[in-house]
């Protein structure tokens, strides 16, 4: 979660990847329930949502969803 409110976005974040050599910022503009990521037999869907607010009465959003087949299960 962010810690600035934007208007007409409920809880902003951002989608941060954490591991072992180094934290990396992987979206800045995210929604609350903004990322989703389930496994669909060998495939993992990964939906993401991002924002972009041009004024507080223009405030776009957009969700694109795409899949990873896993290997070796």
């Known amino acids: ?7 007409g976005i409920d809880r902003p974040g951002a989608l ?9 910022l992987l979206a800045s503009r995210v929604p ?3 990322f989703e990521l389930r496994r669909e037999g ?3 869907a990964v939906r993401l949502t ?3 607010v041009a004024a507080p009465e223009n405030i776009a959003q957009v ?3 795409t899949a990873v087949a896993i290997r070796n299960l």
């Open 1 to 7: 979660p962010g810690n600035r409110p934007v208007p």
């Open 63 to 65: 969700t694109s969803e």
């Open 50 to 52: 991002t924002y972009y």
């Open 16 to 24: 941060w990847l954490v591991s072992p050599e180094g934290d990396r």
């Open 42 to 44: 060998n495939l993992l």
């Open 32 to 34: 609350a329930n903004g």
